[in-house]
């Protein structure tokens, strides 16, 4: 499970389609109709937002809006009721390596995006998220945690 700090407007459409499948299960995790996944590390941002669910709902409503500006399908009936959230903080050296762990996988399976993404310096976070100076976060585990 991968929930981009990043921007979801940097994923390849195979990115995308993940992303939103991930946040569901995220979303499925955090109501309690799952048992698989409840010790993610990916989820403890949300599981200390002071409203966990509204969070997932808020982060997976950027996804579709994505999907949606690209002309993908997904299903906004399974968002459940709109949600208002708190931004969450991210550090600037978590979105580093999320920067950096996306371009490895963008370098292989979509280069043509890559090429696209090549100049960007300083990637735009989630709308969910606001951008703090700090180092990667303790719960990740992609290297440099």
Known sequence: MRL?????C?????????????ALLALAVL????RGYTRHPQLQRFREHPRPVAAIRAYLAA???EAARRGYAFDAARLGPPADAAPIPVATGQLALEWRHLQAKLAVRSPQVLER?????EPRCHPLFRVRPGPVASWERAGGG
């Open 117 to 121: 993404w090549r100049g960007v310096a």
């Open 63 to 65: 996804v579709h809006a």
């Open 4 to 8: 981009w700090s990043l921007h979801p």
């Open 31 to 34: 109501e309690g109709r799952t």
């Open 10 to 22: 940097y994923l390849d459409g195979k990115g995308l389609v993940a992303l939103w499948r991930e």
